[in-house]
């Protein structure tokens, strides 16, 4: 890596100004994500470094960033973490990682103990634990950028995608085949379960519009979105009097997990039972039979949540709080049709 990189060369060989180099490493103002992919082109090829540490300590700041979840051993999270990670490094931060296990006091101090005490100038966070009313117990004076399901009450940024209607799709997609005994596997009725809560309004909602009733012993509540819950869950529908012939799976991790049950009982997919999950992680890409999904722009919401947590740092007054929706779509693969769309 060349020493001697300016951000006029930078700039120079981007074909911008030395200010729009500036905005788009350090974060100070929005540019076009044409011009921000031009200028990140220019930084890797001559291995640009901003130097953070002299702003740093003019500002009084760490030079770090924290990112909050509730597991680093789900797929979904772990590549998220790697786009944040790459925005910040571009950025000139580093980035601090905390693993909560969802455990609502955990998350509680975290965000209570404050910045200062933790060497940190602000927080992207993913709350588990916590219901949306325990948000407003938060030190209001860390800069915080929320993913997930929880709206902003004005003081923080919230990213995430429209999970209703996500969630809608993908059950219009099973409908959509012909399939009239829909399960869903992953509801948590309980206060903090709003993202399987929203995923479950999706799910009857696309029922209400295509005029098919709603089978209740057909939506299966999981303690967490992981593989053995999945593949439990299945093997519970598939004990029915009348099982489903199709399965609408609230993660990725659950549609492997039913597809682990289908395969042990001989049932072929989607022939005999079609699956849709929720996050495009890689293993659903390489599942036998890939999976379809929900995909969201996890790459958009890593950029986004570091792009909103920087603009809070920088500040000097008050950023009202962000509503931001992420885009999503349906990738149709062969869990669903023996003829999938090219994805």
Known sequence: MSKGVTLREVAALAGVSARTVSNVVNGYAPVSEATRERVQRAVDELGYRPNVLARNLAAGRSGQ??????????????????????????????????????????????????????????????????????????????????LGERVSDGSFDHVGIDDVTASMEATEHLLGLGRRRVAAIGDQPYRTGEAAQLRTRGYRL???????????????????????????????????????????????????????????????????????????????????????????????????????????????TPVPGLEIRAPHRLIVRASTVTRPHPS
Do not use: W
Not at 118 to 135: M, T
Not at 273 to 295: H, K, L, M, Q
């Open 65 to 146: 960033i924290a990112v909050v979840v509730p597991y680093l051993d789900t797929p979904y999270f772990a590549e998220l973490l790697q786009g944040i990670i790459r925005v910040a490094r571009v950025r000139g931060y580093n980035v601090l990682i905390d693993q909560t296990d969802g455990d609502a006091e955990h998350e509680r101090r975290f965000l209570t103990r404050g910045s200062q005490s933790l060497l940190f100038d602000g927080v992207i966070f993913s709350p588990l634990g916590l219901a949306q009313s325990d948000l407003s117990e938060r030190d209001a004076s860390l800069p915080l950028v929320i």
């Open 206 to 316: 696309a029922h209400e519009r295509a005029g098919v009733p709603v089978r209740e012993e057909l939506i299966i509540s999981t303690p967490r979105f992981n593989r053995s819950d999945g593949a439990t869950a299945m093997a519970h529908l598939l004990d029915l009097e009348e099982p489903p012939d199709a399965v609408f799976c609230y993660s990725d991790l659950v549609a492997l997990g039913a597809l682990h049950t289908l395969a042990l009982r001989g049932l072929r997919v989607p022939e005999d039972v079609a699956v849709v999950g929720y996050d495009d992680i890689e293993d659903g890409r390489y599942s036998n039979p890939p999976v379809t999904t929900i995909s969201p722009d996890k790459k958009m919401i890593a950029e986004t949540a570091v792009e909103r947590l920087l603009t809070r740092i920088g500040s000097t």
